[in-house]
């Protein structure tokens, strides 16, 4: 399967996965997860928003118990991230039936669309609408870097953007949802684990920085009759490594858009997206607003107008502590729980659903990057660890 799906949205360049939401290297991803369902003569569905399912049992009972990932990317990530969970839970499957389980709930595994955000700007869109957290309008309003709408997208995909929205009676019917996912961190490595529990997802978002300035020529106009958006921006930069060290958080800018982003031509705009998570909401406040004040107070010294607008926001999620529990109990007692500061379906959906997630080792902590890696025998004690977990779930 892993030999399958890697060459899928590779660049050739970076070797890092351009895998993008209603995107050729999204549709070969969704035939590929279609191909594996059909391979197990599972029941395969697509549902109302996009994201895939395959079924063992009656979809339409009560009680299931379901696993998967995603398998977007952001631009030039890495290979493990997202499809290692899709991957694990076909092989979880694969090693129950090779046990000879016998399931007693209906057994589902998922694919949730464009849950990176990397075309369109928000990030876990299948499961937030899924779930009723975003609505058809404000999905409708997305645009990607192109200018082309979300529904224009999945209508040249071949999907029916009039139908996406919430979807409750099918969340209803899920009585846990566990998600395998590598780990976007060293905590498993330094402690010298291979599997961990996930206790919480950081409250985290995205703030967009609108500097307005205005455009003049590089070589002609004089330093002091400048209006340059581009100086505010760097201070900005600056302000938000400075106040997440101060606070113990993270904040990053990792996106930058300029207009009219010519070589010898002052900025008349500099757009820049925030990133910025903690561990409790009070953290996370202090450090965005100081980063507010920092970009304000430098705006004004150099002319520049700015307008900030938060663009997404999940507050702290704590995952299910009885089913938290439960899997521990299934794995011994002793797996380590630790908490990450990246989102994920697992947490979006934890406000419909009861959610779980396991983490497998990453040697080096790298993420979303290229270079982003788990050894084969920690991935395959992954597989034994959702593979017992579900059994523990769904055969009991």
């Known amino acids: 399967m892993w030999r399958d799906l890697a060459p899928i949205g590779r660049d050739a360049g970076s070797r890092g996965y351009r895998r993008y939401a209603w995107t050729g290297a999204d549709a070969d991803c969704r035939a590929w997860f279609k191909a594996q ?26 009680g299931a118990v379901v696993t998967g990932s995603h398998l977007d990317s952001v631009p030039d990530g ?39 955000g990397a075309r369109f700007g928000l990030a876990c869109v299948g499961s937030r609408l899924a779930s009723g957290q975003l609505t058809p309008e404000a999905a409708y309003a997305l645009r990607d870097g192109d200018g ?34 590598v ?30 300035g205005e455009a003049n020529h590089a070589g002609t106009t004089r330093l002091v009759d400048r209006r340059d ?12 490594r400075r106040e997440a060290e101060l606070a113990g958080a993270v904040a990053t800018f990792g996106k930058i858009s300029v207009e009219p982003n010519g070589v010898n031509a002052i900025p008349s705009l500099v757009r820049g997206w925030l990133d910025s998570r903690a561990a409790d909401q009070t953290t996370l406040d202090t450090v965005v607003s100081a980063v507010e004040r920092a970009a304000k107070e430098r ?35 002793s797996v380590p729980v630790l908490g990450t500061g990246a989102g994920h379906d697992a947490g979006i959906l934890s406000g419909s659903i009861p959610t779980a ?20 025998d920690d991935c395959v004690a992954g597989v034994i660890a959702l593979a017992d977990v579900l059994e523990g779930l769904a055969c009991r």
Do not use: C
């Open 148 to 181: 082309v709408p979300l529904p224009q997208a999945m209508e040249a995909a071949g999907y029916d953007p009039s139908a996406i929205g919430p979807d409750p009676e099918r969340l209803a019917r899920i009585g846990a949802f566990v998600e395998l996912h």
């Open 37 to 62: 369902a059909a391979s197990r003569g599972l029941t395969y569905e697509l549902d109302r928003n996009g994201n895939q399912w395959a079924w063992l049992g009656d979809p339409l009972a009560e």
């Open 357 to 376: 997630m396991l983490f497998v080792r990453n040697p080096t902590g790298v993420s979303h990057s290229p270079a982003e890696f788990a050894d084969e």
């Open 78 to 116: 890495g290979a493990f991230d997202g499809p290692l969970g899709v991957v694990s839970s076909f092989a979880a499957l694969d090693e129950l039936r090779g046990r000879g389980a016998q399931f007693t709930r209906p057994l589902a595994i998922t694919n949730f669309g464009d849950e990176e």
């Open 229 to 240: 958006p581009m100086l505010t921006y760097a201070e900005t930069v600056l302000a938000a």
């Open 299 to 333: 705006a004004e010294r150099d002319g520049v107008d700015l307008r900030v607008v938060r663009e997404s926001f999940t507050p702290v999620i704590e995952f299910e502590h009885a089913l938290r529990d439960e899997l521990n109990k299934i794995l011994g007692g």
């Open 183 to 212: 780990e976007q961190g060293r905590a498993l490595d330094l402690s010298g684990d291979r599997v961990g529990i996930a206790s919480a997802i950081w409250p985290h978002g995205r703030w967009r920085f609108d500097f307005h």
